[in-house]
Nanobody, 120 residues
Framework: QVQLVESGGGLVQAGGSLSLSCAAS????????MGWYRHAPGKQRELVAS???????NYVDSVKDRFTISRNNAKNTVYLQMNSLKPEDTAVYYC??????????????WGQGTQVTVSS
């Protein structure tokens, strides 16, 4: 079993910054990809950013040059630094991990979600 514990998020004015973190624990033998998704009311969940075990990153166009995903392999933690936030970034942000586990093979896990609200 794998647990993802998110922290960060909250309320910020437009133009401000927030940082999210997601710590993974459990029977993880190897990470494949970790990422952040978001789900806004009335919209589909979308991939915001992801990072592979080799450090390759991917961003949705709407956050490029504003958000940065990074990871600390020693701490099994992934971060999302969000700058120049806009009201349209308001959503629940979810951490996701695609991993190989001891005993269960490849599996996909989700965090509990953290609210990010950007006021105009």
């Amino acid at each position: 079993q794998v647990q993802l514990v998110e922290s960060g998020g909250g309320l910020v004015q437009a133009g401000g910054s927030l940082s999210l973190s997601c710590a993974a624990s459990g029977r993880i033998s190897r990470f494949i990809t970790m990422g952040w998704y978001r789900h806004a009311p009335g919209k589909q969940r979308e991939l915001v950013a992801s990072i592979t075990s080799s450090g390759s990153t991917n961003y949705v166009d709407s956050v490029k040059d504003r958000f940065t995903i990074s990871r600390n392999n020693a701490k099994n933690t992934v971060y999302l630094q969000m700058n120049s936030l806009k009201p349209e970034d308001t959503a629940v942000y979810y951490c996701n991990a695609d991993v190989f586990t001891y005993g269960y093979g490849r599996a996909n896990y989700w965090g509990q979600g953290t609210q990010v609200t950007v006021s105009s």
